[in-house]
Nanobody, 118 residues
């Protein structure tokens, strides 16, 4: 599985950004695609994920109500709509894929930087 993330940049607090993750390489019906992030000086953390087949979504408590993950099966792309951004959302965001049978993320894309100014 190959993943290509894009869409990061600079936003002001309260603003919005949309990240995209183009996915290719194999049948994805048994996979979930997720976004994880690493802020400066912090451990990598889970942000959100979506099941490729059923569309079920999961979110970290810190982003519920502000960030929305979605998928476009026809385009093999997963999106992360980021609204009401906060400075603490500043991080490198990675998209990743995992077989739903496992709890670890098997495949990773390159990161995209999101910077939120106060």
């Amino acid at each position: 599985v190959q993943l290509q993330a894009s869409g990061g940049g600079l936003a002001q607090a309260g603003g919005s950004l949309r990240l995209s993750c183009a996915v290719s390489g194999r049948t994805l019906s048994t996979y979930a695609i997720g976004w994880l992030r690493r802020a400066p000086g912090k451990e990598r953390e889970f942000v959100a994920s979506v099941s490729w087949s059923g569309g079920g979504t999961y979110y970290a408590d810190s982003v519920k109500g502000r960030l929305t993950i979605s998928r476009d099966n026809a385009k093999n792309t997963v999106y992360l709509q980021m609204n009401s951004l906060k400075p603490e959302d500043t991080a490198v965001y990675y998209c990743a894929a995992r077989d739903v049978k496992y709890s670890w993320w098997n495949y990773w894309g390159q990161g995209t930087q999101v910077t939120v100014s106060s």
